[in-house]
């Protein structure tokens, strides 16, 4: 195993993380920032003009501003519209909880799918739906809440068991022990209740369809403040990437950080698993583009991550509707597709530098 | 002589006697040989491996007598031994022939063809968590099977060239992506991961594709199960047994020696690359037959050569031990699903998936304190 676990602050001290940039860099990124923001609102309109039923752009243009009562209208308003605000929400969240768990764990395999969060969070649900009668998303935010906190919580312990770091290469494996486990579980309930299982093999894979106004209204509060936890920890987090004991020295409380860090994680991941199902793979790509394009400044991270997540999955979503015309395919498959190979090639790098 | 061992394990200055070449240390081999004639076969057995196979056997035998003789209808050890001899009552004939044997026989061979498939991958990769279940394989299995079910409505023979053709590819792509660059160890096994979620996506996509029948009929065997196998699955994964064990057996005396790496063995004049090739081949072969007849069943290939390495405390990969273990601890399973929450029927894959992730944290945690300690 060639892991730096040792080496890695010390780099970070050579290079440092926070350099000061002048003034065009930011220029730069902030340019880029309203690129990105370019590409969410394009991919937004993508997704509310293509679909199972082809609206021509014109038509879908003037009744996006004009609602008029007709099935284009309804269709556009009732459906597309609330799913495409859907994937935004949901984007995001796996986007900034990706970029947050990257950086507290200082691990670059890091994303909620991978290391069996979400699947703790759909575990979660599947309790809820099954044992509990539980029937509305409210209801099953919560306990996708309790399910990703268990979730992460024991992959963590772990992952970090022994007297080692919690390497990346360990956590990884320690994900896919929680998520072989809570596999069989989920699936041992779902067999032994056939009704819900035709709803969850469209939910397990994730999928933005069939969720509107309700489910948004339901995750937006936790969204929102889990991004607000998110965005103020975004200094702490610099400080973080030196290491816990720079950090310390800098005058940061590494433990409350952790702490803030993961609930912030817990809330993002949970209501989105909850809204949409378990989606891999985003929360693992978008931060690696983002620290590519912006450098190691968790600021410009987490903020690009907020923006170009959603721009993926929102993307995906359009996708999948293409490809599977006249059906769907499901946008965490898609999600799978483009990121599996991505973390291969992650994997594959000679050096696997913590962050 | 012993001296230049200690120091020099690659094998460059020193010649290997003939009593050392089973082990990589030092160690002073004991046991039994045991030895045809003029030395054409000959064996070296160890008395706690043959007191672990036996008790092994032991275990195997009960839990097969168990699965027999209890159930919805209650049988006496006598009515089990008359209706396998063929002198069986009506009911009891049809229960034991027809419905318990063929699933008991199914459980162990498909059991013992995942355990050896384990312990020659585990040993091939150099790693205790290279298992075809965790590196992808099993998976890619899934895939190919998963096509002849749903798209093209295959036979049971068809499901397993399906299997065998996705496990093959899967392994190709794998070799694949070793290649050039280092791929060993934990990092091997992390890539497998990203495989194995990259055909998990594939899957499910096959699974939304289906109808609503195929598609519980689909995720009913993708969790593995042994429900309601008979004669045909069993017979399909004992010939491959048959055919596929003893090959392996045979090479895994110069597994053991391509495991001291390949300096060495080829200094003890092992073909590496070919032995290396046929095993694999052999390896995926028996996992992926395994999982054209049951689904994939986890953990079975990961748990069970480990587990008969720490009881017989053997050097090398100990196949023999491995297979009576995966046998037992699959056969062990399914007794469990059938009889702990009895009117309904948990496929047996719930068992394994669960008990092999409680089983493959416990391996983390110690690995991980041996690693450091």
Not at chain 1, 182 to 199: C, G, K, M, Q, T
Not at chain 1, 255 to 271: D, F, K, S, Y
Not at chain 2, 212 to 230: H, M, P, Y
Request: aromatic letters at 6%; hydrophobic letters at 55%; a positive charge.
């Amino acid at each position: 195993m060639s892991v730096e676990t040792r080496t890695a602050p010390e780099d970070r001290a050579v290079e440092p993380v926070v350099p000061r940039p002048g003034r065009t860099a930011n220029t730069l990124r902030g340019l880029g920032l309203l690129a990105s923001l370019g590409a969410l609102v394009l991919v937004g309109l993508l997704s509310v003009w293509v679909g199972t039923r082809g609206i021509p752009f014109t038509a879908t243009w003037s009744v996006l501003w004009h609602p008029d009562g007709s099935e284009t209208s309804i269709i556009i308003h009732d459906y597309r519209i609330p799913r495409t605000l859907l994937g935004l929400l949901v984007g995001m969240a796996l986007g900034l909880s990706g970029a947050l768990m990257q950086a507290l764990t200082r691990n670059p395999l890091a994303d909620p799918g991978i290391l069996g969060i979400s699947l703790g969070a759909s575990a979660g649900v599947v309790v809820a739906v099954a044992f509990l009668g539980v029937g509305s998303v409210l209801g099953y935010v919560w306990f996708a809440f309790l399910g990703a906190a268990v979730a992460a919580v024991a992959v963590y312990l772990l992952g970090s068991s022994g007297r080692t770091l919690a390497t990346p290469d360990r956590l990884v494996v320690a994900g896919a022990a929680m998520t072989a486990v809570l596999y069989a579980f989920n699936s041992a309930v779902l067999l032994l209740n056939p009704r819900a299982f035709d709803e969850y093999r469209f939910w397990t894979v994730g999928s933005l369809s069939g969720r509107y106004y309700d489910v948004i209204h339901v995750i937006l509060p936790f969204i929102a403040v889990g991004l607000l936890i998110a965005l103020g920890l975004a200094p702490s987090l610099n400080a973080l990437a030196m290491g816990d004991q720079l950090g310390r020295a800098l005058g940061l409380n590494v433990g409350r950080t952790r702490v803030l860090g993961a609930v912030a994680v817990m809330l993002l991941c949970g209501a989105a698993t909850a809204a949409a199902g378990p989606i891999g793979f985003v929360g693992l790509a978008v931060p690696h583009v983002a620290r590519f394009v912006v450098g190691p400044d968790q600021r410009w991270v987490l903020t690009y991550s907020m923006l170009l997540a959603p721009v993926l999955l929102i993307g995906a979503d359009v996708l999948g509707r293409v490809l599977g015309a006249p059906g769907e395919v499901q946008v965490g498959i898609i999600t799978a597709f483009l990121g599996a190979p991505l973390f291969i090639a992650l994997c594959r790098r000679r050096k696997l530098v913590m962050l | 002589m012993s001296a230049v061992r200690e120091k020099g394990p690659s094998g460059a200055g020193s010649y290997p006697d003939r009593a050392g070449t089973g082990t990589g240390g030092p160690r002073v081999v004991g046991g039994l040989v045991l030895r045809t004639g003029k030395g054409g076969l000959s064996l070296r057995v160890q008395g706690r491996v043959l007191v672990v196979t036996a008790v092994m056997l032991v275990a195997l035998v009960a839990v097969a007598l168990v699965t027999l003789t209890t159930g919805d209808f209650e049988l006496s050890v006598g009515e089990v031994l008359r209706a396998l001899l063929g002198h069986g009552s009506g009911g009891a004939d049809f229960i034991v022939n027809t419905l318990r044997m063929p699933r008991l026989l199914t459980a162990m061979c498909v059991g013992a063809a995942l355990a050896v498939s384990g312990a020659v991958l585990q040993s091939l990769t150099g790693n205790s968590l290279g298992s075809p279940d965790i590196i992808g394989f099993t998976n890619g299995s899934a895939v190919g099977a998963l096509l002849v079910i749903i798209v093209l409505h295959g036979s049971m023979t068809q499901i397993a060239v399906g299997a065998l053709i996705g496990g093959l590819a899967t392994a190709a792509a794998m070799y694949l992506l070793m290649l050039g660059r280092g791929l060993q160890g934990f990092r091997l096994v992390v890539v497998g991961i990203g495989v194995s979620a990259l055909l998990l996506a594939v899957n499910s996509y096959l699974i939304t594709r289906a109808t609503w029948q195929e598609a519980l009929e689909a995720q009913a065997w993708l969790i593995g199960s042994l429900t309601n196998r008979g004669w045909q699955q069993a017979n399909t994964i004992g010939i491959a047994v048959l055919v596929l064990l003893p090959p392996a057996f045979f090479l895994a005396r110069r597994l053991s020696m391509v495991e001291m790496g390949d300096v060495t063995a080829m200094a003890l004049g092992v073909d590496v690359t070919r032995t290396r090739a046929l095993l694999l081949v052999i390896g995926v072969a028996l996992a992926a037959f395994a999982t054209a007849v049951t689904g994939p069943i986890w953990f079975i290939a990961l748990a069970a050569p480990q587990l008969a390495r720490r009881l017989t405390r053997a050097s090398g990969p100990a196949l023999a031990p491995a297979a009576l273990m995966g046998a037992l601890l699959l056969a062990a399973s399914d007794l469990l699903a059938q009889r702990l929450f009895a009117p309904s029927l948990l496929p047996v894959g719930t068992a394994t998936g669960t008990i092999g992730g409680l089983y493959l944290i416990w391996l983390l945690i110690t690995e991980s304190r041996k690693s450091r300690a």
